[in-house]
């Protein structure tokens, strides 16, 4: 494994294809004697391949974690077909096609005679991956937000490649970078941050935004910070195909030296790569040579926070950040960056300049205010952002005008689903108000859907009011305060 002298003991496993090739494993209608049998059997076979991948990935795992600045030169055989299939049941089953307009559901029908027989390609060198397919999602600002959608079995190599450069990089990438990573999540970086002003002398805030991240990476750049890990000339081929295979728009094949195909299943991973390099180690080697006072940082994929103590910390981390991010290529948003008097003295101090409250910020979908508790200590407060919600009350309306004639119950069930999934994330502490809001957002709109039925509806607000306590769950906080939470992860 580690520069050669290591050979993998995971082989290419024979499985027997699944009875009935070219109809699906587990079929939607009434069960035939044989449909449990190859269901699982076909769970068997991912279970297997899963421990075994683990294992191989385990001594990866170790090696890396031992020797922070060798190189793996040969891990291309760790991309075998456990690692495929596995790679393929993690993928989204509703997600759209790329230009291969191949579904989910189409390539699971023989599964492992195509798994076979891309592994066999991926080795020999015969796999040539296929152009992105560009689409646009709006983005709560009102702008188009470019996505790469990338061929199916692309995204099974690329997940591939995947668990094998996590099991390398997981060891390297630094505490404070969350977005991405296995076992790390939103609520884990906005945990850390919430605790690090609440906890440590956080005075002032620099909230940073990557001016269109994804697309401006140099893959050159890219390349360089690879390869001071990967030694595996075939895995830096394979990353180069994918980088160089180009987007499809309007019938158009653009190829560029820059991006890494934002929505693509490995560009997560090559961003979080690129700026370990350009910002984290920077930023951290900074905090331990140039600062001056406490300070903090927090990174979720492009979107950066720091804390400092001393606003002269401040200003001069932001121009030397500006500066270093230069260098490789990237810009900060002149109109998104700001700094800011944040923290628990900001309102005391503001108020005796006679300036007004501190500002706010935004961070993974929230909006962090300096408030005061009941008792009428500073109490950091979270809420909703107005566009998010903006945003989602308004995709719901759209939705509930398809769903108009759907049954009462059957519009319940769906609209109880959406408001669970909304809750579910930002059911946080000091932010009962905006649930509340959406909540009763969500009742109106159902309300107006209902009556726009017929011109004799007999929906009052009484009455939806009780169909809408029968469906709609009521808001309650689920998550734990952040301290807490962050205290049970890292109790150091």
Known sequence: ?????????????AVKPTNKAGQPVAELVEPRPGT????????????QGRARMSQS????RKAARLRKKDRFTALFHHINVDALRTAFYALRRKATPGVDGMTWQDYETDLELR???LHKRVQRGAYRPQPSRRTYIPKVDGKQRPLAVAALEDKIVQGATVMVLNAIYEGDFCGFSYGFRPGRGPHDALDALCTAIDKRKVNWIIDADIQNFFGAVSQSWLVRFLEHRIGDKRII???QKWLRAGILEDGIVTVDDRGTGQGSVISPLLGNIYLHYVLDLWAKRW?????????????YADDVVVGFEHEGDARRFLDAMRARLEEFMLTLHPDKTRLIEFGRFAAARRTERGLRKPETFAFLGFTFICGKSRQGRFQLQRKTRGDRMRTKLQEIKVEL??????PIPRQGIWLRQVVTGHFGYFAVP????????????????WMRTLRRRSQKDGFTRVRIAKISDHWLPMPRIIHPWPDARFSVKHPR
């Not at 449990?36 to 279970?47: D, F, I, L, S, V």
């Open 1 to 13: 494994m580690m520069n050669g002298h290591e050979k993998s003991d995971s082989g290419i496993v």
């Open 36 to 47: 449990k049998g190859n269901a699982e059997q076909q769970r068997m076979h991912r279970t």
């Open 57 to 60: 990935l385990d001594r990866v």
């Open 115 to 117: 798994l076979e027989d």
């Open 237 to 239: 081929r394979l990353i």
């Open 287 to 299: 905090r331990q040579r140039e600062a001056t006072g406490d300070m903090v940082i927090v990174r």
């Open 401 to 406: 005008r398809r769903r108009m004639h759907w």
């Open 430 to 445: 000091t932010n009962s108000r905006a649930l509340s809001a959406f909540r009763r957002h969500v009742t109106t709109l």
